[in-house]
């Protein structure tokens, strides 16, 4: 869907060539690996060496016919710009574009994959491979579709791109400037997102504050980008934070009158502003920022706490925010909330929940409620669909290894309990003695990547009788490596983006258990996150003695879901990857629904 008003002009900068700067894309291409690079090598030929502008071909870009919302932080981090931005972006999605969010940051890992979820959040996995910041889960879950690399960018990939390409001759008699060049790299990111999704709206969200130096060249590319494409194809929305001190029980907006005039000073002047605050904001306040601002104050709106973050969208499009990034945009729209009737049903469940159901996480994490993001999701969206609120109870595995708790305190008054995704070695016996519980108890189990790991590991163990069975991510000094290193994974060195990543296939066993769940599909495309897996050398020693491996990598033997016969067990299923990536609100994941259902039954 395109504004029919659209200015269909390419710009005439990108028409200039010169002999000297410019490259034979074709010579060059044989000799680079990346095809990436070579792509912005190519482009990078369309310039001349004596004017100061910088410019890459994006083929197919088409000024005006892809608008942009650039949404932007002041004050603090971890204000909910993802969901934010994502509850937007979904308003204008059900007005029948094409929107295509982009997650921007300043960090200069090339991805998130190495970094901690501690202090950083989940690391999410788009199907494509890439491990991503957890908004980009936010922004799967709320748009309902899959996003891809090109959704994703860090300073580390542009300046990886610039330097690259300096090493390739493509800058040849030229210095290397932020700008032009790496502000030039960043829009031509913008550009060739929307060309590659035809998007009618990119999204794009700057992570951290404006105020952030590493966020320095990102404003810069904005601010160009917003000159070059014309002001009437960009929309600012700035999110801004009001405080309520206790000392003086009143909002005060200082702070976030600051943080504006921060991003003016970088030129960037914000068509809209949402407030974030616990209260809903005063119209004194939403004035006094508006003074401040230039914002004409019906277009600075409160986006105060609510429950949960599905209520979003429609608080701001109460809020009219949708209405006034269409004007902004110079897009007719209608300003109707669209009807979107799988939605609305899950928000009316929400709404209808009655009573608590309590499932136990083992964690590592346990305190950073961030760093297991997808999976509260995916348990929230189960637990709503059954009519029920999620309490989630966390136990510190390491407590039980260390003797401080016992397993049965812990468990007691869970319903069901789940073993995450996980990496090394603390509180791993602890985890052990938490599937051995349920597994005897008849407790539902959900074991997801490393909790299917360490279900093989108390199976072998407890029930198969390989006492020290371990995995070797754990202990290499044990007769029975029963998880191993992926051959794959055994020549790899270094680490990040070199799991087995992404999207994948699971051949599901017909008349199995995960079959019944899967709606009878006997293959199913799943996510992916690991290095090590059953050796199989033992999978029929497991087998022999009762576990079920139904689920496989297709001509692969690695085992990817495992299970009891329902006629030994409730609920007690493994699955080597992480389907709490690809659960959304209005499809809950089929696993998530079965587990808790089992709960429930059990309660
Ligand atoms: N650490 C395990 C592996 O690498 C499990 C990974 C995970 O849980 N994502 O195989």
């Not at 904005?222 to 405080?243: P, S, W």
């Not at 760093?371 to 929230?380: D, E, G, R, T």
Request: a negative charge; hydrophobic letters at 35%.
């Amino acid at each position: 869907m395109h504004n029919p008003e659209f200015n269909e002009n390419t710009n005439s900068e990108q028409t200039q060539n010169d002999s000297f700067n410019s490259i034979e894309p074709e010579e060059k291409q044989d000799s680079f690996e990346d095809q990436q690079t070579q792509e912005t090598l190519r482009k990078s030929a369309t310039k001349t060496d004596d004017d100061e502008f910088y410019h890459n071909e994006v083929p197919g870009y088409i000024k005006g016919r892809t608008k942009f919302v650039f949404v932007m932080g002041t004050v603090i981090s971890g204000l909910g710009k993802g969901v934010f931005s994502s509850s937007l972006a979904k308003l204008l999605q059900n007005k029948g574009f094409t929107v295509e969010p982009m997650k921007i940051e300043g960090y200069l890992n090339i991805d998130s994959g190495t970094l901690n979820p501690f202090r950083h959040g989940e690391v999410f996995v788009l199907d494509d491979g890439l491990e991503t910041d957890m908004d980009l889960g936010t922004y799967e879950r709320l748009l309902s579709k899959n996003l891809t690399r090109e959704n994703y960018l860090t300073s580390g990939q542009i300046f990886m791109a610039v330097l690259t390409k300096e090493r390739q001759g493509g800058y040849l008699g030229k210095d290397i400037q932020v700008i032009p060049h790496v502000t030039g790299e960043i829009k031509t990111r913008f550009r060739q997102l929307a060309v590659q999704k035809h998007a009618d709206i990119v999204f794009v969200e700057v992570g951290g504050t404006v105020g952030d130096l590493e966020n320095s060249h990102y404003l810069e590319a904005i601010r160009e980008f917003a000159y070059e494409e014309g002001r009437e194809n960009c929309c600012f929305v700035a999110l801004t934070y009001v405080i309520k001190p206790n000392a003086l029980g009143e909002q005060k907006s200082k702070a976030a009158q600051h943080g504006i005039k921060k991003l003016m000073s970088r030129g960037i002047q914000p068509d809209v502003i949402a407030i974030r605050a616990d209260d809903p904001v005063g119209l004194k306040v939403r004035q006094k920022i508006s003074i401040n601002s230039n914002v004409p104050v019906e277009r600075v709106v409160s986006m105060h706490d609510v429950d949960s973050i599905y209520k979003i969208p429609k608080l701001l499009h109460n809020a009219g925010i949708d209405k006034y990034v269409c004007e902004m945009l110079g897009f007719s729209c209608p300003i109707t909330f669209a009807r979107d009737e799988k939605w609305e049903r899950f928000l009316s469940q929400i709404e209808s929940q009655e009573g608590e159901l309590v499932i136990g996480i083992t964690g590592k994490y346990t305190q950073i409620r961030d760093a297991y993001a997808s999976l509260i999701h995916a348990l929230q969206h189960a637990t709503t669909a059954c009519g029920r609120k999620l309490r989630i109870k966390w136990i510190e595995t390491t407590e039980i290894e260390l003797g401080q708790r016992s397993v049965e305190s812990e468990l007691v008054d869970v319903a069901g309990i789940v073993v995450p995704g996980g990496f090394g070695t603390r509180g791993v016996e602890g985890k052990i003695a938490c599937v051995k519980y349920a597994r005897e108890k008849g407790m539902p189990y959900l074991g997801l990547c490393y909790g299917f790991q360490m279900a093989v590991v108390e199976y072998a163990r407890n029930v198969c009788g390989l006492t020290g069975a371990h995995s070797t991510e754990v202990t290499i000094s044990t007769p029975h490596k029963v998880i191993d290193i992926l051959p794959e994974q055994k020549k790899i060195e270094g680490l990040g983006g070199n799991m087995r990543l992404g999207g994948r296939d699971v051949e599901v066993s017909v008349g199995s258990f995960a079959y019944s769940l899967y709606g009878n599909r006997d293959t199913v495309r799943e996510r992916f996150r690991h290095r090590y897996e059953v050796d199989p050398k033992y999978i029929s020693t497991l087998e022999e003695h009762g576990l079920v491996f139904s689920g496989k990598a297709p001509g692969q033997p690695i085992m990817q879901i495992l299970e009891l016969p329902q006629s030994v067990h409730p609920f007690f299923i493994g699955v080597q990857y992480h389907p709490e990536f690809i659960s959304r609100p209005t499809e809950v994941h089929p696993l998530f629904l079965g587990f808790v259902k089992a709960c429930l039954r059990k309660i």
